[in-house]
T-cell receptor
Framework: AQTVTQSQPEMSVQEAETVTLSCTYD???????LFWYKQPPSRQMILVIR??????QNATENRFSVNFQKAAKSFSLKISDSQLGDTAMYFCAFMKHFPGGTSYGKLTFGQGTILTVHP | NAGVTQTPKFQVLKTGQSMTLQCAQDMNHNSMYWYRQDPGMGLRLIYY???????DKGEVPNGYNVSRLNKREFSLRLESAAPSQTSVYFC?????????????FGDGTRLSIL
């Protein structure tokens, strides 16, 4: 079974600064996907960024980037130029790769990190 | 652009009452899921439906039942609500064939059981 751990229950950052959220996971799988989801006070879950384990290059999406360390089973999220709208709960998630057939894409989530961006 | 729609958004029940949470998606996704979110626990999978006509237990299925009514709809039923089921419930869907696609979530249902 897979486990995902987010060791930072809460983080805060000043507007325009950079913050990094940590995530580690445990799996015996070699092929998998990792995601960061954002959950603002509205409670909707929003996909921020994803990473395929077979890719060595770290994924980036505008101000969001990841540091994927496969050997260390670490997947941190860096938010640059933080904005007030980035205030939310952030979840790291793992999805197993299913070779052949169909995958139902079941996700395993971490506990979440509450990020507050201060003006 | 509805995506995943959950109803109701809020509900208060008394212990022992029953209710059904509704979920519908308009993305023609094969797979659907029900999660609950409790403080400090992240999201935990209750039940999922890999495809129309199939349902399977997730991590925390006790006290719940589900029905995959058709490809679009996946309901979650609490037969006899208990205070421990007070939580926020999320429905999600994904395209099962495209393995690289993550799940799309509804806005959640806040359920309180007194």
């Amino acid at each position: 079974a897979q486990t995902v751990t987010q060791s930072q229950p809460e983080m805060s950052v000043q507007e325009a600064e950079t913050v990094t959220l940590s995530c580690t996971y445990d799996t015996s799988e070699n092929n998998y996907y990792l995601f960061w989801y954002k959950q603002p006070p509205s409670r909707q879950m929003i996909l921020v960024i994803r990473q395929e384990a077979y890719k060595q290059q770290n994924a980036t999406e505008n101000r969001f980037s990841v540091n994927f360390q496969k050997a260390a089973k670490s997947f941190s999220l860096k938010i640059s130029d933080s904005q007030l709208g980035d205030t939310a709960m952030y979840f790291c998630a793992f999805m197993k790769h299913f070779p052949g057939g169909t995958s139902y894409g079941k996700l395993t989530f971490g506990q979440g990190t509450i990020l507050t961006v201060h003006p | 652009n509805a995506g995943v729609t959950q109803t109701p958004k809020f509900q208060v029940l008394k212990t022992g009452q029953s209710m059904t949470l509704q979920c519908a998606q308009d993305m023609n996704h094969n797979s659907m899921y029900w999660y609950r979110q409790d403080p400090g626990m992240g999201l935990r999978l209750i039940y999922y439906s890999a495809s129309e006509g199939t349902t399977d237990k997730g991590e925390v299925p006790n006290g719940y039942n589900v029905s995959r009514l058709n490809k679009r709809e996946f309901s979650l039923r609490l037969e006899s609500a208990a205070p421990s089921q007070t939580s926020v419930y999320f429905c999600a869907s994904s395209e099962g064939i495209e393995r690289r696609q993550p799940q799309h979530f509804g806005d959640g249902t806040r359920l309180s059981i007194l």
